[in-house]
C-alpha cells in the first residue's frame, strides 16, 4: 500500500487499455487478512469456471497502483447509456463503474480503490469495477458493521422537515425485489403541464410493527410477513436505484413514507410513496460466503439462479450461463448493469425458470422480468467487452416483448442467424440492423403459434400483481424448429460424424486389433450415401440461393454454404433474397462403408453454436460432401420489403415485347476432359425460338397497383375478360402461326405480388424478311458470366426475352435461322413462362393446365408429387382454339423413345421356357459396335437410379466407367458411360429420380450409352437409409438379360461324372506342383438331381467340368478338373468374406448359413444348369466377356450374375494348390465336350491341357521348413 | 549417399548388429527384420525389434507404406552410426510389411544363404 502509486482516472482512459491493478501484489494480499481475496488475482481462475472460453485475461498492472476518489449516485453530469449505474470520480474525470461489497455509506465519502479492473468503452471512457476498497477516513470504519447510519434520499439541505404530517410512515423489512426505472407521466400539483417523473418500485416484507424505531437492533424478532410496495418517485429519489438494487435480499427500513392508494386491473393497492423527508436505514453488513459454483434456488416458477456467465449475445439480450441455461434480458426497460460480461459471477434475483423442450433439445431459459434484478457477485477475470445498452426501443424488441419467454428464446436465435446475412459492402441492396430486425419479425411473426403470444401488463400491474398477471404460466412444450445457419448446420453433422467415426473405430480396434481402420475410408466410396429427413432434424436453415463457381446451385449465407437440389425453382434472378428451407433431406455422401449401418447418434443440437458459431477444432479424417435435396415447395422466401424489387419488375414489363423461346436441350458443360477437344469455357444449349412475340401492354397505373397473394388474384378481381382469338386464326391455324392471339398476362414476382395485364402474342417482325413463319432451332451459347442462367433453364421450359435492337436474337442479324450460333448477353433478362389455355382456369391439377411439357403421369411421377402451384415468372393464359398450335411447340421431350413397358416383354420371355437363354456380361465400355462411332437413336426418359456400378474390370482403361441401372416402368434399363467423378451431379445415386436427356440406344434391348451431348437432370431424390440393394426379384430382372434363341441344347445329364472317366487313366504320369490360378476358364454348375425333396440337402449341386489357368512357376497350364476339386479350387467350403459389398445382400439374407456353396446352391437349383465362360483372348483379358448361360425359364438376377462373376475374384484370390496333374489328349477333350454338351474351345489361349487329379493346399511354411530341412541335411 | 557404389542389402538379423559387428559400419547396406515397436510421423523415425535387440529406421524416404505399431516390417538402406551417440540408424531405401514371416525360418534361411554365398565365393577363389 504504501509502495503503490496513486492514479488517476484520466491515465486510464488515455491509455485506453483494459487493465487490472491492485495496492499490492503476490504476498502481500496474505497479509491483508481479508478472506475475500477472491477475483482479482488474474491468474486464478474462479474455481467452477470450466470455461472453454478462449478469453484473455485482464493485463495486470506491473506496480501496485490505487486509484482516490467518490463513488456518487447517477446525475446527469455523465449520460450512459445504461442510465442507472453508479459514477466515480477523482475530481478530474468521472465514469461509470460498479462496486462490490457495496455500503451506503460509500456514497460521496473519499474512497482508496485497493484493487480494481479498467476496461475502456466507447461512450463514457471508460468502466472502473471496484473489488476491494476502503475508507480514506480511517475513523469510519469502526462504524462498519453498526448498522446505524440514516440517509436522507433527498440531499439534507434542509435538515428536519419531520412536521409533514402526512409522510410520517415507515416500512421495516426484506428487500424482496426490485423493479427497473419507468416514467410515469403525472399532473403537478402546482401547474396543470404534466409532467414525466422517472420512478421505480420496491417489493418490501415488512414487519408490521406501527414505527421502525432507530435503536432496535436488526435482526429483532420482527415478523417479515406482510407485503409492501415502497414507490420511489421523483428524479432525485430515482437516483438511488443502484443503490436499492444492491440491497435487494437485505433487511431495510425507509422512514418519512406516505400511504397512497393506486388503482391497477380495477383492484386497489395501498403503496408507501417517497417523499422529500424520506429516509433510508441501511443494514447491516454480514459477511457472505464465497460462492464459487452455480447456485439455485427455486421457489415456484420463480428463483434465483447464481453462475458465471459465459457468453453475451445480441446485445445482451441473451446472456449463456451453464450447459443449456440461457438468461433472457429481452425487456428494454431493464437495466443492465455494464459488470455483466463473459467471466463474471452473477446473482439473478427473481428469475423465471422455464424449462423449454424444443424440437431440437431441452434447455432452461431464465426469464428476466420486472422483478428480476441482477448483481455482480465477481467481476470477470477476463478482458471481455462491457455490456452497453444502445438499441434503443424498436419493432422488433416491442415484438419480442410480447412473447413467452419460450418464444423469446426463438425470436432471439432467429435473430442470431439472421446476422450472419450481413450484407457483404458491395452489394447494393445491405441489409441494415433494422432490417434484419423487421425481417426477424415478420419471419416470427409467421412462425410463432398465437397461444405463445402474450399480453404485457405494464410495469405496475406485473410487479405488483406478479402471480395473478399471467407472468407464471408458460408453455413448456414448443414445437418451434431451430433456426441455424448452414456453418453451423454441417458444423454439427461433422462433429457427429467424427464422434461415429470414433466410436467405430473404438470397436473395430476392440474386435480386431490388425485391421488398419484408416485404410477402409481410402476406397472410393462416393455411393455411399446416408439421407436424413428434415423431420428429425428439427432444423429450418435460412439463406440465399446461389450458383457457385463450380457450377452447382448453392444455399448460402455469409458463414458457409451447401449443395442444393431442388425439383423446381423461381427462376430467381435476385440472389439478396432471403429462402426458408424447412422441408429437406440431408445428403451426406461418400461414408465409409461401417458407419451405413450404424445407428445415427441423436446428438442435441447446442443453441450455442447457434449464436457463438465458433468453428471447433476437428481432425477431418473424413471427406463427406453434405447435401441437400429440397422438398416440394419446401423453399418459401421470407418476406422482407422488396418494394422496390417488384416495382423494379413490373417496369421491365411495360410496354415491351418479348422473345419466346422453349429450350430443347442443354449441353452438358465440358470441362477439360473430352480427350481430342478444346477446353470450352462456353456451354450451350439448344432452343427453339417460336414465331411469336408477346406484347405486353402493363400500363403504369397497373404496376402501381398490384395485387397480393397468389390466390385471389386475377379472375375474381378484375372482370375476366373473354379472351379473343384474332379472325386470322381460323383460316390459317393448319398452315401458320396467325398473326395475333390476345392472351391474359398473370406476372409474378417475389414477393407474392402479382399482376395481372392483357398482352398480345403476334408473329414476329423481322428486319428484312417480314414475318418469321416458322419455329427455327437455334443454339445459345453462354459464356461463363452467364453460367447462372444455364443452370436455371430447365429443359422443356419456355422463356421470355425482351426484344430490342439490342437483344440476342437481334443484335447484329437480320433475322432468326435455323441453327444460328447466338451468344447470350450478359445483361440479358429471362422470366420463365407457362401457358395455359382458357377453358379450365382452375389451378388444382387440371389436364389442360400447365406443365404441358412435363410427362405423362407415372407411377414415378406419382412418388414426387409437383407442387400444384405455378411457379414460373409469367404464366399466359391463351384462348383454347390456340392449344393445337401450341402444341406442336411444346411437345413432350421427356419421352423419346423410352423403354417399353415391361409387360409387352412378357409374353416373349415366357415363350423361352427351356431355352437356354444367355446373358452377355456388361461389355466394357460401350456395347460392341460394328463401327467407329456407336450408332443408335437418341432417347430421353425419365425413371428412378437403382444403382451406379463402376463396371469393375482389371483393365485399366475402363475403370473410370460407369453403369447406371435405372427403373423406367418397372424395368431396369443399364445406362453406360464416362460418368466421370467432376461430372458427378450433386445428388445423383441411388434413390434418385433422374431424367435422361439424348442417350444413345444402342439397339440392345434396354441398354443405352451417355453421349458427350447427353444431360443428366435430377427430379428429386428420396429419402433413403443406407444403401439401397437390388432385391434379386424376378421381376426386376425380367428384362435384364439378351435372349438369343440359338444355342438351344438339350443336355443329357445322366452318367457318371466326367472325371470318372479320367481316374482310373493310370497311363499318364501324375506331377505334382504348387499352382496358383490366374483365372477361371470354363465353368458347368447343375443340380445334382431334378428331385425336389434332394435338393433340400446341402451342396447337392455339382462342378461337372472346370477349367482354371493356372501357373505353377514355371508354365502355365489350362487345368480341368470336376467334382470336389473344383470346388475347393472355388474355394467354395469357405465363408463368404464379409466386407465384399457385392455379395452382402446375400450374406444377409441366410446369415446362418455363410458357406459360398450354400448360396451357389441356390441359384443353381433355381436355374438347374449354369454355363459360365470368359471368352477373352489374352489370359489378361479373359474377364472382359463373360457370358452366363442357365437353363430354366426363370431368368438370372443381376445379383446372381454378380454372384457367379464374383466366383472367378474370389477363386484368384486363393491359396497356393499343390494339383497332381495329368496330360489330356485331343480325343479325352473330345470326349469331354461330348459328354457336357459344351464347347471347350481348348485350342484358344494355346495352353497346355492338364486334368487335375488330386488337388490339396499348400502351407508355404511347412514347405519351406520341409525344404530348409531337405538342405541342411544334404 | 555419397557413396556411388551402392551395394546390395545384406540380409541380418538385428543380434548381429553390435558396434565390433562387421556389418557396423558407416553407409553399409543392410536388410533388416522385426517388429514395428513405435514410429514417429513428426520424424517419420520407427523402431523395429527382434529378439531383444532393436534399431532405429528413418523411413522420411519411403512412401506407400502405412506404418502399424506392432507388425513386422523389412527394410534395406544405408547404416548410419551417429558419432555424437553413436548410435545407428537405418536410413531406408525401401521397405515393406511382412506380417506373418516366421522369424525363425527366416533366421535359419539366411544363415543358409551365407553359407551358401560363402561356399560360392570360395569356389570362385579357387578356379
Known sequence: MENATILTIKELVNKGRAVTGASSLFSSAASHSSSESSSKNPNSRPGSFDSDLTCKFLAPLSHPAVIVGTISLPSKTLICPNRYCFRFSDGDLTICCDILRFEIRAIGSKICVLSWNFLPMKHCGGFLEIIKWKFMDTGNLLSRCSGIGSFPLFPSLFPSRNGDRKSRYCVHGVLESISPVSVVSCMDGESSDSVNLPGFLVHVMACECKAYSQNAAVGCSHAFEKSAFVYFCGLVVTSWHPAIRKLVGRNVALSGLKKKMIYVRGDSLLVFVTTESSVLHPPCISKKQIVLKTVVDRRGNCGSYLGFVKGVYLKGKLVEMDEDVWLLLTDQILNRSHSIRTGSLICIRNVHFVNTKFSWGEVLILGACFKTSITVEFFSPFETSCLVDSCRQNSLSRFIESLSFPARFWALLVRSCLQKFNGIPSEKEILRSCQKDELTKMYAESQIPSFMFQPRGGIFTEFCMHESCGCNSEAHDCNLKLVMSISSFVQHYKVMLNELLSQINKNSSANNCLSHSSSTWKRDNHTNTKTLGSDDIGVILLGKLKISSSGRLQLHDRTSSIDVLTPDLLSDRNAHRIFEVSDYNLIMEGLPESMLHMPFLHNSLRCRNVVNPTPLAIENTLTVRFSLSLGTGSCKQVYGHHSLDWRHDLNEFKGGRFHLFRLTHKFPMLKNGHPGMPDCTSVFVEAIVLPLELICSVTEEDAAAPYFGEHDTSQEIRPHKRCKTNNGLQRERALSVPHEISCQMTIRCASSHCLVSAATLSNLKEKKSGNMLSAKRVLLEFIPECSNYYQALQIGGCYLMKHGTNDSFCAGRSGISNNDKISFRPETRLWSVEFSFDEDLTHDGSVDVYPLVSSQPSLVEKQHVSSPQPCSDVSLLLPYDAKGLFSVFLKNLEELNKPYAAGKNNNNTSCCTHLETIMQAEPSLVPPSNSLFPEGNLASFRGDVVAVDAVTSSVVDVSSSYCINVLVNHQIVKIFGPLRRHSYLTGFGPGASATFYRILGTGEENRFVLTSASFIKINSRKASDGRQLEKPAHQAALCLPKVTPQEYVPCMLAGPPACNSFSGNKDNQQIKSACKVLSVYLLVLQTRSDDPSENECRNNFDIPLAGFVVDDGSSVYLCWTSGERAFTILRLHEALPEEDIDVAQWTKRDSGRETTAYHLEQIVRVHKRIVMKCNGSQIDTLFRDITVAVTSDQLLAKSEDTFLKWLIPNAISGPLWEVARSSMDMKMIAHLEREQCVEMDTSRLNLQNVWGNEVSQVDPLVRAWSLLQGLLNS | ?127
Open chain 2, 1 to 127: 549417399m555419397a557413396n556411388s557404389q551402392m551395394g546390395p542389402g545384406a540380409p541380418i538379423t538385428l543380434q548381429e548388429l553390435y558396434p565390433s559387428s562387421p556389418f557396423y559400419k558407416e553407409a553399409v547396406s543392410l536388410r533388416v527384420t522385426g517388429m514395428l515397436r513405435g514410429y514417429s510421423v513428426e520424424t517419420a523415425i520407427g523402431v523395429i525389434e527382434d529378439g531383444g535387440k532393436s534399431l532405429r529406421i528413418n523411413t522420411q524416404n519411403l512412401r506407400d507404406v502405412s506404418f502399424r505399431v506392432g507388425s513386422i516390417y523389412q527394410f534395406i538402406g544405408e547404416l548410419h552410426i551417429e558419432q555424437s551417440y553413436n548410435e545407428a540408424i537405418l536410413q531406408a531405401r525401401t521397405g515393406r510389411n511382412v506380417d506373418g514371416i516366421d522369424m525363425n525360418l527366416y533366421r535359419k534361411t539366411v544363415e543358409l544363404l551365407r553359407q551358401f554365398l560363402k561356399e560360392e565365393g570360395n569356389s570362385n577363389m579357387v578356379e
